[in-house]
């Protein structure tokens, strides 16, 4: 019971009930390059298991490689990053490889800046990804960001698609640690 109620506060309808000035965004991986290959892939794999002409070794090796694209599919499907801004600090998560929310608060951060990056380059493609010089990168899609300096040292970055809802949130925020967005 307990875990349910959990959940619901976390609810975006709910959470913005109790929080109307916060910023929210949930991002999928919904570009429609990477369903195309998926699909055309499993079609392939599903037309050699059922035309028959594969012997029994190769159908086995054919039915392994449906499984495995089939859970990468899924697993894309449900990946999610989800970013919450308020008075308190920043809440994210990148489901379902991370179950739990992480709360930074902003007494725990430097410095604060909207900016663009280059996902390949700095870090060498989306998702949950780490750099030696920029830290730690939870991206979706595209090339801009929230950037973070922690009062450790530590970096990260945060993929956005609602860049201009971004910035105008943490403006109304007037924080100290803010800098301009660097969006060339």
């Given at each position: 019971m307990l875990k349910a109620s959990i959940n619901l506060i976390y609810s975006h309808a709910f959470f913005t009930l109790l929080h109307p000035l916060m910023f929210y965004e949930k991002q999928k991986f919904n570009q429609w390059w990477i369903?195309?290959?998926?699909?055309?892939?499993?079609?392939a794999i599903a037309y050699g298991i059922l035309t028959g002409k594969a012997d029994p070794t190769e159908r086995y090796g054919l039915l392994i490689s449906l499984t495995v694209v089939s859970i990468i599919s899924a697993l894309l499907y449900f990946t999610s990053l989800e970013t919450?801004?308020?008075?308190?600090?920043?809440?994210?998560?990148?489901?379902?490889?991370?179950?739990?929310y992480y709360y930074v608060k902003w007494e725990e951060i430097q410095t604060i800046q909207v900016r663009k990056y280059k996902a390949i380059r700095e870090y060498g493609g989306w998702g949950i990804r780490f750099s030696f010089s920029g830290g730690k990168a939870y991206t979706i899609k595209g090339n801009e960001g929230l950037q973070l300096v922690l009062n450790s040292g530590k970096r990260f970055l945060i993929g956005t698609q609602k860049t201009a809802a971004m910035i105008a949130h943490l403006q109304t925020l007037n924080l100290a640690q803010w800098q301009q967005p660097d969006l060339q």
């Open positions: 369903w195309t290959m998926l699909l055309i892939t499993i079609l919450r801004i308020d008075e308190r600090g920043i809440t994210l998560r990148f489901f379902p490889f991370q179950r739990v």
